[in-house]
């Protein structure tokens, strides 16, 4: 697993994935002796990178950084990959993209138009960090938690499928890259189903309600 940002998401998303066994590299706009004690905490299977050596190491990469920086993704190592898109649109912090303000775009689509050889699935852009991290059970547990994807690729999604699946989550499939607003920011399933932000725990979200959340966003 290759990280591009090393953000609470981006580093929550590590965790649980050492914690299934899998090597991770994590890189960040700020080089990776900036994510040295980072690496160490999560132990042996975790290292720092630049954001091009993350992106090439990665069998599916997280794209994990605001939408602001979407030019700087390195796009030549991610051609042909699986890139898991956690990324979430605020004008008040990425300034005003007339594609996304007029809705003409999701911005999934927008960071395909910086990599448009990857094999985009959005994921984990609804949930929060705490939630994330401690709503996570294994397969089978009646308590699981499902997570909603999108991306136009059903070899891509069926991968990042499995991923989830291994770090603790089941997934609802919304749709493609277009249908992707539908977990955007102040959407119904984003954020509100797994709980306040003050209980750091959250709440299980069975599949019945991801549909339901879903199926009730206006756009």
């Not at 609470?8 to 050492?18: D, F, K, M, P």
């Not at 919304?174 to 003050?198: C, E, H, I, K, N």
Request: proline residues 7%; contains cysteine; charged residues 15%.
């Amino acid at each position: 697993m290759g990280f591009i940002g090393s953000g609470s998401i981006g580093r929550t998303i590590a965790r649980l994935a050492v914690g299934a066994g899998h090597q991770v590299v994590l890189s960040n706009s700020r080089g990776p002796e900036t994510l040295v004690d980072t690496a160490e905490e999560l132990g042996p299977q975790a290292s720092a990178a630049t954001s091009e050596e993350a992106a090439t190491a990665g069998d599916i990469v997280v794209v994990t950084v605001p939408v602001s920086a979407f030019p700087h993704v390195p796009a030549a190592p991610l051609a042909g990959k699986t890139v898991i898109d956690t990324c979430n649109y605020g004008p008040e912090r990425d300034g005003h993209i007339p594609e996304l303000d007029n809705k003409s775009l999701t911005s999934s689509e927008l960071l395909l138009r910086y990599v448009p050889d990857a094999l985009l699935v959005k994921a984990f852009n609804n949930i929060f960090f705490k939630h994330l991290l401690s709503l996570a059970r294994p397969a089978g547990s009646a308590d699981r938690s499902y997570l909603p994807i999108a991306g136009d690729s059903a070899p891509a999604k069926s991968a990042v499928t499995e991923f989830i699946d291994s770090i603790g989550y089941s997934v609802v499939d919304a749709g493609t890259l277009a249908d992707s607003w539908r977990q955007a920011t102040g959407t119904p399933v984003w954020g509100t189903p797994y709980g306040p932000y003050s209980n750091e725990k959250g709440q299980p979200v069975g599949e019945d309600a991801i549909h339901a959340a879903l199926a009730t966003a206006t756009r």
